[in-house]
């Protein structure tokens, strides 16, 4: 997708490998500070996740931002990431599955409120809610015989 530009952020064992094989619209940051992190979330179309994760906390991090995010569905993001709503997931991961989901992509179909309404329900302060909550009913449930 020449026409497209990808920033690519964070480093790893295949960083050199996948800078040398990159075409000219892929940018290649490194590592940079999280403050930089935020302003690029903030100034992207869409936030793309392409790997594995069990949780996977960027995605949730990029919906607070108010973006969509697009990600292999599998792991956390079948979570975190609601179809239509909040980003998209593709099937495979494969170059040519994620190119079929990046053309018919419109990021401007994704409302910010709902991207963060979705991360919110991720946040600390929901997890201390719920969890004190369910640790109330457990204390007011009858003792089993």
Do not use: H, W
């Amino acid at each position: 997708m020449p026409n497209e530009k990808l920033v690519v952020v964070g480093d790893g064992r295949d960083l050199q490998a996948l800078q040398a094989a990159a075409p000219a619209n892929v940018t290649f940051l490194g590592r940079v500070p999280r403050a930089r992190v935020r302003e690029l979330v903030r100034g992207c179309r869409a936030f793309l996740f392409p790997g594995l994760e069990d949780f996977g906390i960027a995605p949730v991090e990029a919906m607070s931002a108010g973006r969509p995010v697009i990600a292999f569905a599998g792991g956390g993001a079948l979570d975190t990431v609601t179809p239509g709503i909040t980003g998209e997931l593709f099937a495979r991961q494969t170059p040519e599955n994620l190119v079929e989901l990046l053309r018919n992509f419109d990021y401007q179909a994704y409302a910010p409120d709902a991207c963060r309404q979705q991360a919110e329900r991720f946040s600390a302060d929901t997890f201390r809610r719920d969890l004190v909550a369910k640790l109330e009913d457990l204390l007011q449930a009858p003792a089993a015989t």
